[in-house]
Structures are given as structure tokens and as C-alpha cells.
């Protein structure tokens, strides 16, 4: 069940990944700034994770998909949480953490 928010650094594994098996990321970039935990932008769609290809080692961007469960929103778009899913290229990222600050908790969706 998803629960505390991440932000920049956080990592990922997306499956399956470019060539079939999963490849690690991490977000490197947050496309909103209007809220924050513990000075960092909170994470929502389309916030931009680096991938490593595993096979080759060689890096890849995506922006993140929606999270497939729902809880609260920013700007209109949905808040990335910890042990969230969300669909995004060819596969569905697993978001793994840390989280932004461990005292905020999102359990709705």
C-alpha cells in the first residue's frame, strides 16, 4: 500500500526495462515546486527519473507515469509515493524510497 511521499533521489526499478529485465533509477527531477517536505519538492507525474539500461550501463530519462493507486495531488497531478506503481514506458515503475520526510504519510488510494 503506498504511503510516505518521495522526492529527488529516490529510487526506482522499472520492469520489465528496456531490454527485458528491470532497470534501477532514480528521480532526478521534480516538475512542481508548490509543495514541499523537508525543503524538497514533492514528486508527482511526470517528474523525470534516470534509468540504467541493464544490459548495456548506458542511462535513459523518462517521466514518471500516474500511480495507479490514487491519493492526494498537487497542481492537479498525482503525489509519488512509496510503494507506489505507475506505468511508464515500457514497463511499470516500482517506487522504492526513501522518502521525502518519514513524518508524512498518505494512506488513502
Known amino acids: 500500500m503506498p504511503g ?5 533521489g529516490c ?3 522499472l ?3 528496456m531490454a527485458g529485465a ?4 532514480v528521480i532526478i527531477a521534480v516538475t512542481q515546486v508548490t509543495a514541499t517536505a ?8 511526470g517528474s523525470s527519473c534516470q534509468f540504467i539500461h541493464s544490459v548495456t550501463g548506458v542511462p535513459y530519462v523518462l517521466p514518471i ?3 495507479l493507486a490514487k491519493g492526494i495531488t498537487i497542481d492537479n497531478l498525482p503525489v509519488i509515493r512509496m510503494g507506489d506503481f505507475c506505468p ?3 514497463g511499470i515503475v516500482q517506487v522504492i524510497g526513501p522518502p521525502a520526510a518519514p513524518y508524512l504519510n498518505d494512506m488513502s488510494g
Open 88 to 90: 511508464t514506458g515500457p
Open 38 to 45: 523537508g525543503g524538497m519538492p514533492l514528486a508527482v507525474q
Open 22 to 25: 528491470p532497470d534501477m533509477g
Open 15 to 17: 520492469s520489465p526495462g
Open 65 to 67: 507515469g500516474a500511480p
Open 4 to 8: 510516505m511521499p518521495v522526492t529527488i
Open 11 to 13: 529510487a526506482l526499478l
